[in-house]
Nanobody, 125 residues
């Protein structure tokens, strides 16, 4: 049984930083692309950032490019999202996701097979 568990969310002020973590269990992490998504109240889920299965490429949404950094540690089966210069519009539930074996597609919801339950990030002004 594959499980993804996020941590690191919380309440911060504008301009501050947070680092989200997502631990994967139940599946070898090494050969799968990983991604981070978020859903703000009343809005659709949006892609934020992801890394290909071999770590050779990463992609960011324009809304977070230059502020967020995605990474992964295959040995620890953990993915990370470093978020800097946070803004009130970054307030949302952040979820990690695991894609398909050897796939380099990870920016759409239907590219991903497994999801964490999410962690809430609230940025106050």
């Amino acid at each position: 049984q594959v499980q993804l568990v996020e941590s690191g969310g919380g309440l911060v002020q504008t301009g501050e930083s947070l680092r989200l973590s997502c631990v994967v269990s139940g599946r070898s992490f090494r050969f799968y692309p990983t991604g981070w998504f978020r859903q703000a109240p009343g809005k659709e889920r949006e892609f934020l950032a992801g890394i290909s299965w071999n770590g050779g490429s990463s992609t960011y949404a324009d809304s977070v490019k230059g502020r967020f950094t995605v990474s992964r540690d295959n040995a620890e089966m953990t993915m990370y999202l470093q978020m800097n210069s946070l803004k009130p519009e970054d307030t949302a539930v952040y979820s990690c996701a695991l894609g398909r074996r050897f796939s380099n597609n990870y920016s759409r919801e239907n590219d991903m097979d497994y999801w964490g339950k999410g962690t809430l990030v609230t940025v106050s002004s």
